[in-house]
Nanobody
Framework: QVQLVESGGGLVQAGGSLRLSCVAS????????VGWYRQAPGKQRELVAT???????NYADSVKGRFTISRDMTKSTVSLQMNSLNPEDTAVYCC??????????????????WGKGTLVTVSS
């Protein structure tokens, strides 16, 4: 089992920045990729960014150039640096740790773990 705890959400004005963290514990050696997802009220869940065990990254078009996903293996943490935030970025952000992954959406491979999420609110 793997436990994931997100932090770093909050209220920020448009144009501001936030840094989200996802700390993993448990059988973390089984994780091959971590994705950050977000879901805004009334909208479908969206994959925001992914990082693999080989440090390859991918981003949704909506956040490219603004968000950066990174990892700190010593702290078992995957972070999401979010810059130039706008109200459309308002959502609950969750991390997902995948046990199997090749490319695309980590959820497509199943057998993963979710954190409970952290709320990001961007005011105009």
């Amino acid at each position: 089992q793997v436990q994931l705890v997100e932090s770093g959400g909050g209220l920020v004005q448009a144009g501001g920045s936030l840094r989200l963290s996802c700390v993993a514990s448990g059988s973390i050696d089984s994780i091959v990729a971590v994705g950050w997802y977000r879901q805004a009220p009334g909208k479908q869940r969206e994959l925001v960014a992914t990082i693999t065990s080989g440090a390859s990254t991918n981003y949704a078009d909506s956040v490219k150039g603004r968000f950066t996903i990174s990892r700190d293996m010593t702290k078992s943490t995957v972070s999401l640096q979010m810059n130039s935030l706008n109200p459309e970025d308002t959502a609950v952000y969750c991390c997902y740790a995948a046990r199997y992954y090749s490319d695309g959406d980590p959820l497509d491979y199943g057998m993963g773990y979710w954190g409970k999420g952290t709320l990001v609110t961007v005011s105009s």
